[in-house]
């Protein structure tokens, strides 16, 4: 008998912000009191309309297949949203949900793209785009960003790659995942315009809408109506076990991505559906949630210099603090784990989101509560 030999494709690299939860939680299973700042979710409750509606299906007892594109009510209501929020006109029929905004950036790889293509993305960035595809057969173009810029992706930067060698594909994250820098509007233009002028598809990462905290935040639709833009439940709506979230199209890319979904995936759940819809009546409730964040954001903004973290980006979004580690440190990963052990606070190291620098970097999560950041920085201070 032959060992069975992985393949090429699933060479890549492990996501080490899951592998501190599993070390925090077999910690926490033995009685011990940690205080996981470590993976990107809300501690907050889904909202009670959400779970009303979700019950109510429920209790009708069948739990359906939906078309492929989705339920219609919660597409239609997506649409709304646009005009609502952004003052964007938004065919529903572009509008397709997903099985979390994983599925999403799924389907915009494999609608735009053939193998080997070559996707431009800031590093440091959310580790998942890269191994999502080097799975799929394509090649990540990681574009440096730091301090000195904001942490910001720019359209220089992207022209510059792209002169160098030429890519296929461009990704931008705004609120982005680890940084939490927001793109300003006016660059974000500037980045569509270039893509659109070289004739490069567009991924627009919007999962961390509605959490920015210092204005700017602007979809990618209200510039063009070329980019793919992903977006979630699971961040500002709080729903990320429900595996749910959207994608906006292209006209073209419609029934490309439809088939494709069709097979990966058939529909997103019903349930998960459902409860989404009736999650956008509940903005009061989730505007508190963020309120929260914004407390844990001052506290951080202040604490963590004084704790001698540098190099600290923007948090102007998300739930997320990049930092570099403090002097007399000389790994993230040890740092982080000292932390664990020592004071029983989960930290990822950054050697997730950049693999060049990212030892000298940890990301911080506040989408806690006030309280346990409060206790995990106190923790901190005595460390």
């Not at 899951?18 to 077999?26: E, I, P, Q, S, T």
């Not at 997506?78 to 006109?89: S, W």
Request: hydrophobic content about 45%.
């Amino acid at each position: 008998m032959h060992d069975l030999t992985p393949s090429r494709r699933s060479d890549v690299l492990p996501f080490r912000a899951m592998d501190v939860l599993a070390d925090a939680n077999r910690m926490l299973a033995r009685g011990e009191p940690v205080i996981s700042l470590a993976v990107g979710q809300p501690e907050a409750p889904t909202p009670a309309a959400a779970i009303a509606a979700a019950d109510a299906h429920l209790r009708r007892g069948r739990i359906a297949y939906t078309d492929a594109p989705g339920l219609p009510a919660l597409r239609q209501r997506i649409a709304r949203h646009y005009g609502e929020a952004y003052d964007v006109d938004v065919e529903t029929s572009r509008i397709m949900v997903t099985t979390g905004s994983s599925a999403g950036f799924n389907l915009a790889f494999l609608a735009a793209f053939d193998p080997g293509a070559r996707i431009a993305l800031a590093s440091p960035g959310y580790p998942a785009y890269r191994n999502i595809l080097k799975v799929l057969g394509l090649e990540p173009v990681e574009i440096p960003v730091d301090a000195s810029t904001g942490y910001l992706l720019t359209a220089e930067h992207l022209g510059e790659a792209h002169r160098r060698n030429p890519v296929d594909g461009v990704l931008v994250a705004s609120p982005a995942n680890p940084t939490g820098t927001v793109t300003p509007p006016e660059e974000l233009k500037r980045l569509i315009a270039f893509a659109g002028e070289n004739a490069i598809p567009f991924i627009s990462d919007e999962i961390y809408h509605r959490l920015a905290y210092t204005g700017g935040e602007t979809t990618a639709l209200s510039f063009s109506d070329r980019p793919f833009v992903v977006n979630s439940f699971s961040k500002y709506y709080c729903m990320t076990g429900w595996r749910i979230g959207w994608i906006v199209l292209p006209p073209e890319m419609v029934r490309v991505a439809e088939r494709i979904g069709q097979s990966l995936y058939i529909s997103a759940p019903e349930l998960s559906q459902i409860a989404a819809t009736a999650v956008f009546d509940a903005t009061e409730e989730l505007d508190r949630v963020r309120e929260g964040y914004v407390r844990n954001r001052d506290l951080l903004m202040h604490e963590l210099p004084a704790l001698g973290f540098r190099d600290i980006a923007p948090i102007d979004g998300a739930f997320y603090a990049y930092a570099g580690i403090p002097e007399g440190e000389a790994s993230a990963s040890d740092f982080c784990r000292r932390m664990l052990a020592e004071c029983h606070v989960a930290m990822t190291p950054g050697i997730d989101f950049d693999l060049t620098l990212g030892e000298r970097f940890v990301r911080i999560s506040y989408a806690c509560g006030n309280a346990a950041l409060s206790e995990a920085v106190a923790r901190l201070k005595r460390a």
